[in-house]
C-alpha cells in the first residue's frame, strides 16, 4: 500500500557530534569545501547517495557509525574546526563592517531582497532559472561581503518540476512534494513557541496565511512563506504549491503574499531576532512589487496621507528589471487587481483607484486595461537597473512611454550587470590549482571578494598544469554525462541491454561545447541544427572532431518550447551522431556544478538583444572555458577576442526571423571549422596547444575579476543601496516626504501652462566656427510656477540627418529677468561650439527641486514648439 505521508527519522547525534547539526541546517556547506568534505568523511557513499545533501545524510547514517565518529579524534577536531570556522564566518567584521567603519554609517544599516525564487542549492530546490540562480548568489555573495541582508521569497512545495523525456523525445513534467521538515529550514516561532503566521485578506472574508520558513545562507536569513497551514482553505493552501504555475489569480494571490506577506514576514523576523529593520528594499524583478503597496499601507496606518507615504516608500526601493522581453512580465486584468485590494480585501486604507494608477500601462502604446507588475516597480522605485549595460539601454527603451518627451538615455534606469558566486560554481579541482599558486586564504578571497591583483596570479601558473587541469575536469564531465544519459534512456523505456553505446559517448580528448538554459525560443536551442549535414561533420570531422552537452528545461505550458527539445531529441538520437552530441533532462543546480568546468566552450546564441545577461557564460568562464556567443547580454559589454569568439549577428540586415537564423548559424559553423576547432587542436613544440591555453589564462586573469558576484553586491551597494538609504534617511520622515508630495501635486497641475515661448541666439565670434560660442536668450512662460520650481536647459551635440541630438550634453541657463509684462522670464548662457559637423541645439524647462532624485523623475517635460524662434541647428566647419 501507499503510504499517505513520508517523512525521515533522523537518528539522535552523539552529543560530540551536535554542531553537525548547525553545519547542515547553514547553506554555507553549500560553497564551502572543507565543510563538505567533512561531511562526505562521515560515510562516502551515503554522501554520493545523498546527492551531496547534509541533511538526508545524517538522516541515513547508521546509529553505529556515529558512535564511531564521536570517538574518533581526528574527524572531532575537524568538526571543531569547521563549527569555529562557520561561527567566525557568520559573526566576524568583513568588507562591509571596515566600510561602514570608515565611511561614518553612510552604508544602509540593513537591506532586503525579495525575490519569487532562490537558486542557493540543488538541497532546496526552489528555482527554474538564471532569476532564481541569480538571487542565490546575491544572497551568498551578500554574506561573503558581510552585507546585512535579509532574503525573501515564498516556499513552493512541489518546487518547480523534474524534467524527463518520452520515449520519442517529448518533455514530461514531474512535481514531487517537498517536506519543508527534510529540508534546511527552521520554523519561525514567537516566544511562546507557537509558529508565526502572516495573513492577507482575500475577498469575500477569506484569509490567506502562511507560515515562514527560515534558511541560513552563510550570515543572511532567507524567509520563505508557506501558505500549506491548516488554517487555511483548500484553494488558500495551494497558493504556494508551484514555481511559476497556475492561472493569473493563482499568480496574483502568490505576487500578493510574496510582497504584502513578505514585508509582514520581515517585520515579525526583526521583531523575533533582534535584526535591524531594513532602510533599503530590493525588488528582484516586479513579481514582489506590493511590497511597495505594503509599505504605504503601514504609514496610512500612522495617518500619513498617500502621496506622503508614496514618496516615503519609494526613497528607499530598489527595482531591478531582468527581462528584455514584454512576454516575460507579469500582467494582470484591471478588474482582478481591483477585487483583491479595498475595504473588502487587502490594504483597506488605500484607495483602490490609487493602487491602480501605480500599475495601469496608462502610456502610448500600452494596454489600458492591464496591471503591469514591472511599471509599478518602476513607479515605486526612486532607484531601478537593469542587469548589463546593453539591457540597461534595452530597458530604457522598452519602458519609454513611462518618462515621455525624453531620450532614451536619460530614463533613469540605470544598469548594474550581474555577476555570478564563484566559490559555488567554481569546480574544486580549479580552487586547488589556485590555492597551490597563492594559497588558499588569497584564493578564498579572490573568488568571493574580487580583485584583479588576486587574479594575476595566474599568469604564472604552468601551461602543463593548465591543461591537465582542463583534461582532468573535462574526464569528470564524460563520467557524469554517461550516468545521467544511461538513467534518461532507462526513463525512457530502454533495456540495459540495449545500451552499451553509452559507454562510448564522448571523449575526454575532444573538443567539448555546452550549451544548458531556458528553453524560450528567443534563446534558440536550435539553431545548431539549422544545417544538419554539417553539424555532423563537424561532429565526427576525422581530425577535429566536436562534441556538444545540451541540457535545458522548457516551462510546462510551452509546446513551442517542448517541440524543439524534441527535435534537438531527435537528432542527438541518430547512432550516426550519438556519440557526439547528448541532451542531459532535469537540468539544474547539481547539473550545472558538474557541466560548466568540464566544457571548453561555452555556447550562446540568443535572437540579440534579448539576452539580458546570461550568467552561464560567467560560471563556465571561472573554470577556464571559453565563451562563443552572441554579443548580447554581458558578453557584448566584456567580449576580447584574446579570449573568446563573437557570432556575428544579422539583426540589421536580415528581414525576418528565417533569413538571421541562416545567416548567424552559418557564423557559427564558421567559427567553430575555421577558428575554435583549428586552435584546440593545434599543438606547439611542447605538445600542448598553447594558443589555447593563453586564451584559458587570459579568461581567468581579465573576466574572473569582472564576473564575480561579489563585484555585483559591491556595485549595488555603492550604485543603488547607498544613494537609496540616503533618501530613505530624507525623505523617510513626513515632513520631508510631505513636502515633496505637495510640491509635485502643485507642478503636475500647472505643468499643462509652462512653456517655452521664444529662443534666440547671437555668435559672440565672426562665424559659426569650431571654438565659437553663442549667446542664447530664451523667454519661457511658467504659469502659476516659479523660477525655484524649474530648471531651464540648453541640449546641444552632434545631429544625425534627421536632426536628432546624439550625445547631447545638458546645461542649465541663468535666469537674468522677468516677469515682463506677458508674464514671461527671461533666461540666458553661453553655448560653446566645441565640435565641428552637424551641430545642434534645442531648450527645454524640466521640472526641479532638492529632493527628486533626477530631473527626469516626474516625466514632465517642456520644449520648444514651431515658431518659438531661430531654427535649432547649426553647422559648423
Known amino acids: 500500500m501507499k503510504a499517505i505521508r513520508r517523512f525521515t527519522v533522523r537518528p539522535a547525534l552523539p552529543d560530540p557530534l551536535t554542531p553537525l547539526s548547525e553545519l547542515a541546517r547553514n547553506l554555507r556547506w553549500s560553497w564551502h569545501t572543507g565543510t563538505r568534505e567533512l561531511f562526505e568523511a562521515i560515510d562516502p557513499e551515503q554522501w ?31 568538526l571543531a574546526e569547521a563549527s569555529d570556522g562557520l561561527r567566525e564566518y557568520v559573526t566576524g567584521a568583513r568588507w562591509y563592517q571596515d566600510q561602514s567603519a ?48 535579509i532574503g525573501v521569497g515564498l516556499l513552493y512545495r512541489h518546487g518547480y518540476f523534474h524534467q524527463s523525456l518520452s520515449r520519442d523525445g517529448w518533455q514530461q513534467e514531474t512535481y514531487p512534494v517537498l517536506d519543508p521538515n527534510e529540508l534546511p529550514l527552521s520554523l519561525l516561532r514567537e516566544a511562546d513557541g507557537t509558529p508565526s503566521l502572516v495573513s492577507i485578506a482575500l475577498p469575500g472574508g477569506r484569509q490567506l496565511r502562511a507560515h515562514v520558513w527560515q534558511a541560513g545562507v552563510g550570515r543572511v536569513p532567507l524567509l520563505m512563506l ?35 506577506g513578505g514585508v509582514r514576514a520581515i517585520r515579525t523576523y526583526c521583531r523575533l531576532s533582534g535584526h535591524a529593520e531594513p532602510e533599503v528594499f530590493h525588488t528582484n524583478e516586479g513579481h ?7 509599505r504605504i499601507h503601514e504609514l496610512a496606518a500612522q ?42 480585501a487587502e490594504l483597506p486604507r488605500i484607495d483602490v483607484e490609487r493602487i491602480l494608477r501605480l500599475g495601469m500601462e496608462t502610456y502610448p502604446g500600452g494596454e489600458p486595461n492591464l496591471f503591469n507588475m514591472a511599471v509599478m516597480g518602476l513607479r515605486l522605485g526612486r532607484c531601478a537597473n537593469g542587469v548589463s549595460t546593453l539591457h540597461g539601454k534595452v530597458s530604457r527603451e522598452m519602458f519609454a512611454g513611462l518618462w515621455p518627451g525624453f531620450d532614451a538615455e536619460e530614463i533613469p534606469i540605470s544598469s548594474v550587470t550581474n555577476g555570478v558566486h564563484a566559490p559555488t560554481w567554481v569546480a574544486p579541482e580549479v580552487f586547488r590549482l589556485g590555492a597551490r599558486q597563492i594559497g588558499a586564504q588569497r584564493t578564498e ?83 545548431m541544427l539549422r544545417d544538419r549535414d554539417r553539424l555532423m561533420e563537424l561532429l565526427t570531422h576525422e581530425e577535429r572532431p566536436i562534441q556538444i552537452v545540451v541540457a535545458g528545461k522548457a516551462h510546462p505550458a510551452d509546446d513551442g518550447g517542448k517541440r524543439l527539445i524534441q527535435e534537438l531529441v531527435r537528432f542527438t538520437d541518430d547512432p550516426r551522431v550519438r556519440h557526439r552530441i547528448v541532451f542531459l533532462p532535469d537540468y539544474g543546480m547539481a547539473m550545472a556544478q558538474k557541466l560548466y568546468p568540464g566544457c571548453d566552450v561555452w555556447l550562446n546564441n540568443p535572437l540579440r538583444p534579448l539576452e539580458a545577461c546570461g550568467t552561464s557564460g560567467m560560471k563556465a568562464a571561472l ?54 576547432a583549428p586552435r584546440f587542436y593545434e599543438q606547439g613544440p611542447a605538445g600542448l596547444p598553447d594558443r589555447w591555453i593563453e586564451m584559458v589564462r587570459r579568461t581567468l586573469t581579465r573576466l574572473g575579476p569582472k564576473v564575480l558576484a561579489g563585484r555585483m553586491v559591491r556595485d549595488y ?99 537674468v529677468g522677468g516677469p515682463d509684462a506677458e508674464g514671461r522670464r527671461l533666461y540666458e548662457g553661453p553655448l560653446a561650439l566645441d565640435r565641428t559637423g552637424p551641430f545642434g541645439y534645442t531648450v527645454r524647462i524640466l521640472p526641479a527641486h532638492r529632493l527628486l532624485a533626477s530631473g527626469a523623475e516626474l516625466g514632465l517635460v517642456a520644449v520648444p514648439s514651431q515658431g518659438t524662434g531661430e531654427a535649432a541647428g547649426v553647422l559648423l566647419r
Open 48 to 78: 554520493a547517495a545523498s546527492d551531496c545533501d547534509p541533511m538526508r545524510l545524517l538522516g541515513s547514517v547508521p546509529p553505529a557509525r556515529l558512535t564511531q565518529l564521536a570517538g574518533d579524534g581526528a574527524f572531532l577536531r575537524r
Open 102 to 149: 570608515e565611511r561614518g554609517g553612510e552604508l544602509p544599516g540593513a537591506v532586503a531582497y525579495f525575490s519569487p525564487e532562490f537558486g542557493i542549492t540543488a538541497a532546496l530546490p526552489q528555482y527554474s532559472g538564471g532569476l532564481g540562480i541569480l538571487a542565490g548568489d546575491h544572497l551568498k555573495a551578500a554574506s561573503d561581503l558581510g552585507l546585512p541582508l
Open 226 to 260: 508557506d501558505s500549506d497551514v491548516e488554517e487555511n482553505d483548500a484553494g488558500a493552501r495551494e497558493v504556494t504549491d508551484r514555481l511559476y504555475g497556475g492561472g493569473s489569480e493563482h499568480r496574483l494571490l502568490q505576487e500578493m503574499l510574496l510582497g504584502i
Open 288 to 294: 514582489a512589487g506590493f511590497l511597495g503597496l505594503e
Open 303 to 344: 495617518g500619513v496621507e498617500f502621496d506622503a507615504a508614496l514618496e516615503a516608500v519609494r526613497a528607499g526601493t530598489v527595482f531591478t528589471t531582468h527581462t528584455p522581453v514584454p512576454a516575460g512580465i507579469d500582467r494582470f486584468d484591471r478588474e482582478l487587481v481591483a477585487r483583491h485590494f479595498g475595504p473588502h
Open 445 to 527: 578571497e579572490a573568488l568571493s571578494v574580487g580583485g584583479s591583483e588576486r587574479w594575476d596570479a595566474v599568469a604564472e601558473i604552468q601551461d602543463v598544469d593548465i591543461w591537465e587541469l582542463r583534461r582532468e575536469l573535462r574526464g569528470q564531465l564524460v563520467t557524469e554525462v554517461r550516468r545521467r544519459l544511461y538513467a534518461s534512456w532507462r526513463q525512457r523505456g530502454a533495456a540495459s541491454a540495449e545500451l552499451g553505446w553509452i559507454d562510448d559517448v564522448l571523449d575526454p580528448d575532444v573538443l567539448t561545447i555546452g550549451f544548458a538554459r531556458r528553453v524560450p525560443s528567443y534563446k534558440r536551442l536550435t539553431l
Open 623 to 676: 573554470n577556464g572555458c571559453l565563451n562563443l556567443s552572441v554579443l548580447d547580454g554581458w558578453w557584448d559589454e566584456w567580449f576580447e577576442p584574446d579570449f573568446g569568439w563573437a557570432i556575428p549577428t544579422a539583426d540589421g540586415a536580415a528581414t525576418d526571423d528565417d533569413r538571421r537564423d541562416e545567416l548567424e548559424a552559418a557564423a557559427l559553423y564558421d567559427l567553430l571549422e575555421r577558428r575554435i
Open 717 to 815: 551597494v555603492e550604485q543603488l543601496y547607498v544613494p537609496a538609504a540616503r533618501a530613505q534617511r530624507t525623505l523617510g520622515g513626513v515632513d520631508a516626504a510631505g513636502e515633496l508630495a505637495a510640491w509635485k501635486a502643485r507642478v503636475r497641475a500647472a505643468w499643462p501652462r509652462v512653456a517655452v515661448d521664444h529662443v534666440e541666439a547671437s555668435a559672440t565670434g565672426a562665424t559659426a566656427e569650431l571654438g565659437a560660442t553663442l549667446s542664447l536668450r530664451v523667454r519661457v512662460h511658467l504659469g502659476e510656477l516659479t523660477p525655484d520650481d524649474v530648471e531651464v536647459q540648453t541640449i546641444a551635440g552632434r545631429v544625425d540627418p534627421e536632426d536628432f541630438i546624439a550625445d547631447a550634453s545638458p546645461m542649465p541657463l541663468k535666469l
